[in-house]
């Protein structure tokens, strides 16, 4: 079963503009991890925030997390069309092993 | 570093025949995993593997499905026989150590398997 679920499902954005989305979860976690993947390829990783942790960047990628919502969100500023690729967010839970549990993922297009 | 490597890149059988995916884990990685990918179920976690054992295999749809790892450098899902709702992308990934907070796993290509 799905622990995180993202929301859009569907995202559509010009160059330029920035992009958000949005994972919820349901139980409580060690990390929430955002992952790429682009058509026919598999998973590529992009960020991890730790569950003591707010906020996290890297470049053009903004994560937050709010625990007692069970929330998070990836903003993609200054979208590219090389952007555009499905974006999955994965929690890991607590327990001797840290397995990670995959959302449905938002698919992003990003249009010249 | 060649990455996780997963043979075949596609499989097309029949119904009813052996299908045997396999996977090479990055060197150095203690924890392997596999996916299956569809659209109606997303990402699905079959089995994982911490040094070379299983740990949790309650994602194994049915005993139609098995895995092995008998050593650090190997693994394999298998699935006998094959039925065509198995037709999906099987995801193999590795990471350093499950047993470790905050670990990130790498994935190989995927296999994509068709059954006819």
Same mark, same amino acid.
């Given at each position: 079963?799905?622990?995180?679920?993202?929301?859009? +499902?569907? #995202?559509?954005? +010009?160059?330029?503009?920035? $992009?958000?989305?949005?994972?919820?979860?349901?139980?409580?976690?060690?990390?929430?991890?955002?992952?790429?993947?682009?058509? !026919?390829? !598999?998973?590529?990783?992009?960020? #991890?925030?730790?569950?003591?942790?707010?906020?996290?960047?890297?470049?053009?990628?903004?994560?937050?997390?709010?625990?007692?919502?069970?929330?998070?969100?990836?903003?993609?500023? $200054?979208?590219?069309?090389? =952007?555009?690729?499905?974006?999955?967010?994965?929690?890991?839970?607590? /327990? /001797?092993?840290?397995?990670?549990?995959?959302?449905?993922?938002?698919?992003? $297009?990003?249009? &010249? | 570093?060649?990455?996780?490597?997963?043979?075949?890149?596609?499989?097309?059988?029949? %119904? /009813?025949?052996?299908?045997?995916?396999?996977?090479?884990?990055?060197?150095?990685?203690?924890?392997?995993?596999?996916?299956? +990918?569809? %659209?109606?179920?997303?990402?699905?976690?079959?089995?994982?593997?911490?040094?070379?054992?299983?740990? =949790? =295999?309650?994602? %194994?749809?049915? =005993?139609?499905?098995?895995?092995?790892? &008998?050593?650090?450098?190997?693994?394999?899902?298998?699935?006998?026989?094959?039925?065509?709702?198995?037709? $999906?992308?099987?995801?193999?990934?590795?990471? *350093?150590?499950? !047993?470790?907070?905050?670990?990130?796993?790498?994935?190989?290509?995927?296999?994509? *398997?068709?059954?006819?």
């Amino acid at each position: 079963s799905q622990q995180g679920e993202e929301d859009p +499902q569907a #995202l559509s954005i +010009q160059e330029g503009e920035n $992009a958000t989305m949005n994972c919820s979860y349901k139980t409580s976690i060690n990390n929430l991890q955002w992952y790429r993947q682009n058509s !026919g390829r !598999g998973l590529v990783h992009l960020i #991890l925030i730790r569950s003591n942790e707010r906020e996290k960047h890297s470049g053009r990628l903004r994560v937050t997390l709010d625990t007692s919502k069970k929330s998070s969100s990836l903003l993609i500023t $200054a979208s590219r069309a090389a =952007d555009t690729a499905s974006y999955f967010c994965a929690t890991a839970g607590g /327990g /001797g092993y840290n397995k990670l549990i995959f959302g449905a993922g938002t698919r992003l $297009a990003v249009h &010249p | 570093d060649a990455g996780v490597i997963q043979s075949p890149r596609h499989e097309v059988t029949e %119904m /009813g025949q052996e299908v045997t995916l396999r996977c090479k884990p990055i060197s150095g990685h203690n924890s392997l995993f596999w996916y299956r +990918q569809t %659209m109606m179920r997303g990402l699905e976690l079959l089995i994982y593997f911490n040094n070379n054992v299983p740990i =949790d =295999d309650s994602g %194994m749809p049915e =005993d139609r499905f098995s895995a092995k790892m &008998p050593n650090a450098s190997f693994s394999t899902l298998k699935i006998q026989p094959s039925e065509p709702r198995d037709s $999906a992308v099987y995801f193999c990934a590795s990471s *350093l150590n499950i !047993g470790t907070s905050n670990e990130k796993l790498f994935f190989g290509s995927g296999t994509q *398997l068709s059954v006819l």
